[in-house]
C-alpha cells in the first residue's frame, strides 16, 4: 500500500490540490469545475484570478472530452491543478494518434509566438471564419488558454506505443 | 409570437425572448456540451422575430462566462440580430471582470450593430 502514501507526498510536493484521473464528460467536466471553485473560494481567492482559472480549466476539460483519441480501448485521461504561491497550474495529460502530433505542436508554436495583441487578432479572424466542428469545437480553445493565462502554453509528447503518444499541456494563471 | 423561456442551469445561460415585454436576454453561464444545438433555438426565435420585429430592440447580454464554443454561436446571435432595425446590444459585465468588457468590444467590432456598456 505504499503507493498510496507516494501518490500523497507527489501531490503535496507539486503542491496539487485536485488530480482526476480516469474517463471525461461534460457530467466529469461540471463536477471538477465545481470542486476546483470550491477550493478557490475557501481559500478566499481573488475572484478575477479565480475567473481566468475556471476559463482555462474549461477550455482544457472540454479539450479533452471533445478531442482526446480513442488510443487501444484507452479512453482515460488526466487533469490535474497545481497551487503555488504565485501561480495556478492547470495541467492536461491524454492519448493522442501520432500523425495528429505535428499540427497540434505547430498550433500551440503558433500561438506561443504571439503576444496580447497578436492573440487577439487570431482569436477575431478564426471567430469569424470559423464553423463549428463535428465536434462541437471551434478551434479556439488554445487562443483563449494563452489569453486568459498570460503566459505561455507548456506541451509534451511522451510515447505510449508506435501509434500513439500522451499529449500533455500544462498552462499557468498569475495569482495577484 | 411564442416566449422563448429557458431556466438557466451550472453549464448554460438563462435565456428570455419576449417580443410582447420586449425582454431579450441571455444571462448566466455558457459551456454547454454542445453549444450549436443549445443555441439553435435562440437563431430560429430571432429569424422569426425578424420577420415582424418591435421598432426598436434592447438585447441583453449579461454572461458571467461562456467558452469558446459558445462565443462562436454568441457571435451567429449577433449577426443575426444585426439585420434587424432599431437594433441595439446591452453588453453587461461585472465591474471587475476586464476579460468580459473586452469580449463585449472585440463582439462590438464583429457585427455592425450600436453596443452599450454596462456594469453590474
Known amino acids: 500500500m505504499k503507493y498510496i502514501f507516494d501518490l500523497h507526498k507527489t501531490m503535496l510536493e507539486n503542491n496539487l490540490i485536485l488530480v482526476y484521473e480516469g474517463e ?15 477550493n478557490m473560494d475557501s481559500s478566499g481567492e481573488e475572484s478575477a484570478v479565480k475567473r481566468k482559472v475556471f476559463n482555462v480549466m474549461v477550455e482544457c476539460l472540454q479539450n479533452i472530452v471533445k478531442h482526446a483519441d480513442a488510443v487501444a480501448n484507452d479512453h482515460s485521461a488526466v487533469f490535474m491543478i497545481g497551487k503555488q504561491d504565485n501561480e495556478y497550474i492547470i495541467i492536461s495529460g491524454n492519448p493522442i494518434m501520432n500523425e495528429n502530433i505535428d499540427g497540434l505542436k505547430a498550433k500551440i508554436d503558433q500561438i506561443n509566438e504571439l503576444d496580447k495583441d497578436g492573440l487577439k487578432e487570431l482569436y477575431k479572424s478564426i471567430i469569424k471564419n470559423t464553423e463549428i466542428s463535428d465536434k462541437g469545437g471551434a478551434g479556439l480553445g488554445f487562443v483563449d488558454m494563452a489569453r486568459k493565462s498570460g503566459n505561455k502554453l507548456g506541451y509534451d509528447f511522451p510515447t505510449l506505443d508506435d501509434k500513439s503518444s500522451f499529449f500533455c499541456l500544462k498552462a499557468s494563471v498569475a495569482r495577484l | 409570437m411564442d416566449i422563448l423561456n429557458l431556466e438557466g442551469t451550472e453549464d448554460t445561460p438563462k435565456i428570455m425572448l419576449d417580443k410582447g415585454n420586449g425582454i431579450f436576454e441571455i444571462s448566466g453561464r455558457s459551456l454547454p456540451e454542445d453549444s450549436a444545438e443549445f443555441y439553435q433555438p435562440v437563431l430560429d426565435w430571432i429569424e422569426e422575430y425578424s420577420q415582424d420585429a418591435n421598432p426598436s430592440t434592447e438585447f441583453m447580454f449579461k454572461l458571467e462566462y461562456f467558452n469558446t464554443a459558445s462565443s462562436k454561436l454568441i457571435l451567429d446571435v449577433l449577426s443575426a440580430l444585426e439585420d434587424i432595425d432599431g437594433m441595439s446590444i446591452m453588453w453587461y459585465f461585472h465591474e471587475d471582470d476586464e476579460d468580459m468588457e473586452e469580449a463585449g468590444e472585440e463582439f462590438s467590432e464583429l457585427v455592425e450593430i450600436p453596443f452599450e456598456f454596462k456594469t453590474y
Open chain 1, 24 to 38: 471525461f464528460t461534460q457530467e466529469i467536466t461540471k463536477s471538477v469545475l465545481a470542486m476546483a471553485e470550491r
